[in-house]
């Protein structure tokens, strides 16, 4: 992955809340940034803050469908 630092994700999460970075620092600094750029590519969209942050709702609607799957499957619903 190159000489890329990967920050704690508690802590990009509180650098975010913070205000001290955008959403285009805090996905690069994180572990999904390379599929991050994949994605920028797939959905033809230039990396910045306003796409980074497009990319972290879907993730989130993608875990939250894949929990629900989830729940389902083990008869929590």
């Not at 190159?2 to 996905?27: P, S």
């Not at 972290?56 to 799957?69: G, K, P, S, V």
Request: aromatic residues 10%; glycine residues 6%; hydrophobic residues 35%.
């Amino acid at each position: 992955m190159g000489n890329r630092t990967v920050i704690a994700h508690d802590e990009l999460v509180n650098l975010l809340q913070d205000g001290k970075i955008n959403f285009l620092q805090y996905v690069m600094s994180g572990e999904n940034a390379q599929d991050y750029l994949e994605w920028c590519i797939e959905k033809q969209l230039e990396p910045s803050a306003d796409s980074a942050e497009l990319y972290c709702e879907y993730c989130e609607i993608d875990m939250l469908e894949h929990q629900h799957i989830d729940d389902e499957y083990d008869g929590v619903w």
